[in-house]
């Protein structure tokens, strides 16, 4: 993986957090204005909340990024203090946060964990293992809490046409088929069979179409036998660990709207599963939306899963859900960054170490 500097400033860059609020603004401000069932006096309902509810979702949002920091320190064997650490998750999130979600910030973290000081193939195999990770918790996790739901999981449309369950039906699990080939072909390569990979992957790419590509997938190839390299030897509660993050992590993420929705509604433990089911729908739309962050696609989206819950407080709801789950990663990342680029790169010259 060739690191361009340039591109990757292009992805950290604090000016781009204009461009996700104002999308998310804009959207809000249609959804007020079009749909007739918003009103001022839902506006007006966010002071009916129960405050111990929100700051329950609060202290859940927190645990999440806590995990995170965790999970980071342990797959990096401890090579980063928890200050290091908060760094890094904290602008791998605003990467996140500013790219297009099926882009991701995958070379953002490579590149963020190379400067603090870990090796380029260490940094790759980390952030491939945390990639693997968080897909298996959703191609595995995924079929158990939808059969609990037991079937509640797709929601009628309230603004689309009657297409909507069935549309969504098929995304998923489209979706879902396609994460699960690639988390087990990607498992499969980086655990077990690394020159294998690499041996199809020259194959498929000597096809005359595909050989403009041969040179990159080659490259492809020898990251993948490299970050397996890095990765042998590593003993079973290294793996435990991490995995007990990797669940805890997103358990929380989904968790966050569970609490928040009760500051204003009363779920029994079957809605607490149905409405856990339908964020893992929700983040299969969110994944495959074009614009940073979700932005607009998120907030529209919410109200088609969640109104049949929240009817007069879906609106309010939606605002308070991305400004807790999205929008502060906007306002850290652009804090954050700044001194990280000091940090890392002037003192480092200072140092004559750079």
Known sequence: MKLDNKEIFKTLNPNKVWIPVLIGIGIVFLMFYLDPSISRENLRSVFDASWPSLLLALLVIFLRDAGYVFRIREITDKSLSWPRAIYVIILWEFASAVTPSIVGGTAVAVFILHKEGIKLGKAIAYVMVTAILDNLFFVIGAPIILFFAKGSIFPDSRVLELTLENSLNYIFWVSYSLYAIYSIIMAGALFFRPRVFKWLLLKLFSIRWFRKWKHNASEYGDQIIESSKELQGKKFGYWFTIILATIFIWSSRYLMLNALMTAYIDLSFMDHIIVFARQIIMWVVMMISPTPGSSGTAEFFFGQFFYEFLTNYTFVTSIL??????????????????????????????????
């Open 321 to 354: 859900w991305r400004m807790f789950s999205y929008y502060p990663y906007l306002l850290l990342g652009a804090i954050f960054l700044p001194r990280w680029i000091k940090q890392v790169f002037f003192k480092k010259k200072k140092g004559g170490k750079a």
